[in-house]
Every structure is written in C-alpha cells, then in structure tokens.
C-alpha cells in the first residue's frame, strides 16, 4: 500500500487549506484512514479518523473540531482533510495513515495503521 498526501502549503490565521491523501497498492474492503500531524519537538499526534464502512461518522481531536472536515472517496481510494479557521499552532508536517482493518476504540493510535504517507508541510503564519 502506498499513500501520497498533497495540499500542504502557508497561509495566514484565519486561512484554509485543503490536503488530498490518494491511497494504492493492496486496500481492504474494509480500511480505516486518518490523519495526523506531527509539530518540531513534539509527538504525532491524532487530527481525524473514519472507517470505510461507516464513513459517516468521523472522529477528530478536539483541538481541531469544527474547524476541520475529514471526507473520503471510497470510489477513488482518496482521503481528504479541510482544514478551515487556521491558527499558527496548526503548523507541522501532516501524515495520512491507513489500516486495513476497521480500527475501533484504538482509532486514534497511530501505532494501529502499518501504512503512512510522507507528510505535506502546513505553516500557519500570525
């Protein structure tokens, strides 16, 4: 499986950016796709998640809620992140993840998804 995330770039507070995430290779008929972000000095940390099956119900970090839209297109194998209200401290390098498996309570452990994307670059200016 290979996933190639895009949409990265710099924007002002306040600003939005869109980021594309298209998975290949071998995927599951059932799949869990996320999206994490990883700041300079900190860990990975979980943004949003769903599942193929469900894909109508989303999970995000609460430091994200409201201002980002996860949505999937099962047809093209592509995940997407709107990221709406931008604010400097959403600036790191974000990374698409996949599983191939429906992840459950564990959805927002990155350990969970054996498959990553090399991350885009967001850069949220003051």
């Known amino acids: 499986v290979q996933l190639q995330a895009s949409g990265g770039g710099s924007v002002q507070t306040g600003g939005s950016l869109r980021l594309s995430c298209a998975a290949s290779?071998?995927?599951?008929?059932?799949?869990?796709m996320a999206w994490f972000r990883q700041a300079p000095g900190k860990e990975r940390e979980f943004v949003a998640a769903?599942?193929?099956?469900?894909?109508?119900?989303?999970y995000y970090a609460d430091s994200v809620k409201g201002r980002f839209t996860m949505s999937r297109d099962n047809a093209k194998n592509q995940v997407y992140l709107q990221m709406n209200s931008l604010k400097p401290e959403d600036t790191a390098l974000y990374y698409c993840?996949?599983?191939?498996?429906?992840?459950?309570?564990?959805?927002?452990?990155?350990?969970?998804?054996?498959?990553w994307g090399q991350g885009t670059q967001v850069t949220v200016s003051s």
């Open positions: 769903n599942r193929k099956r469900d894909g109508s119900t989303t």
């Open positions: 290779g071998r995927i599951g008929s059932d799949n869990t």
């Open positions: 993840a996949m599983a191939n498996r429906l992840i459950t309570s564990s959805i927002r452990a990155p350990e969970y998804y054996p498959y």
